[in-house]
């Protein structure tokens, strides 16, 4: 399979832990956002990354919250010393430059906060 | 105010119908349109885009794109219950680099 892959699909913490979530891009693809749902709500921009580096993170909240794309391995979404807020579906999006708003989305990581 | 708005939803129709889904946005540096499909539980797939004005069609699925209005959507004829889903909009601004995201509306097709 080819396509954008995030884990864990699902994961549950306790108030206070951490939080990691791993997106691998499709084959080809440098460039990868992601994006938190919330029920009953549209997809909200949270940062944007190329390999080694972070293009924008405009809609990522500055505390507890961090995103690495390294040269090797997956996209890592971190949310440190998670809330109740934080219960959300974050989806990853990778795509080419040469096609911009093409994106192809993962199944998503879903996060339960207790 | 929002940078894309999108038609509340939630909407039902009769199988067979003409189904029509807006959105409305406020940037005219916006350069590509989306509508993207998402079934319950999963991630949205793109269903369309197109870069300019007018009508683009695929199947039972036409994207019409009203820059002047600042006005996109999306019309899916003869309506299957397999349709039923949150349909977004999205709005991609090359400058910026992102893409914008309506909440969505979410369809129900009734045998």
């Known amino acids: 399979n080819a396509g954008v892959m995030q884990n864990p699909r699902h994961l549950v913490r306790r108030r206070g832990q951490e939080a990691r979530l791993r997106c691998s891009p499709m084959?080809?693809?440098?460039?990868v956002y992601w994006y938190r749902q919330l029920p009953e709500e549209g997809l909200k921009f949270m940062v944007y990354?190329?390999?080694?580096?972070?293009?924008?993170e405009s809609g990522m909240p500055k505390e507890r919250f961090s995103a690495e794309f390294p040269k090797e391995g997956p996209s890592i979404l971190r949310i440190q010393q998670v809330v109740r807020g934080d219960s959300a579906a974050y989806f990853c999006a990778s795509f080419q430059l040469a096609l911009p708003g093409e994106l192809f989305f993962g199944e998503g990581s879903r996060l339960t906060v207790l | 105010q929002k940078e894309v708005e999108q038609d509340p939803g939630p909407l039902s129709v009769p199988e067979g119908a003409i189904v029509s889904l807006n959105c409305t946005y406020s940037?005219?540096?916006?350069?590509?349109f989306m509508w993207y499909r998402q079934y319950s539980r999963k991630g949205p797939e793109l269903l369309m885009y197109?870069?300019?004005?007018g009508n683009k069609e695929d199947g039972r699925f036409t994207a019409q794109v009203d820059k002047s209005s600042k006005y996109i959507s999306l019309f899916i004829r003869d309506s299957q219950p397999s349709d039923s889903a949150t349909y977004l909009c999205?709005?991609?601004?090359?400058?910026?680099?992102?893409?914008?995201f309506g909440d969505g509306t979410t369809l129900t097709v009734k045998p």
């Open positions: 990354l190329q390999k080694e580096n972070i293009i924008d």
């Open positions: 084959k080809g693809h440098s460039h």
């Open positions: 940037n005219s540096a916006f350069q590509y």
């Open positions: 999205a709005i991609h601004n090359t400058n910026a680099g992102k893409s914008t």
């Open positions: 197109t870069y300019s004005s």
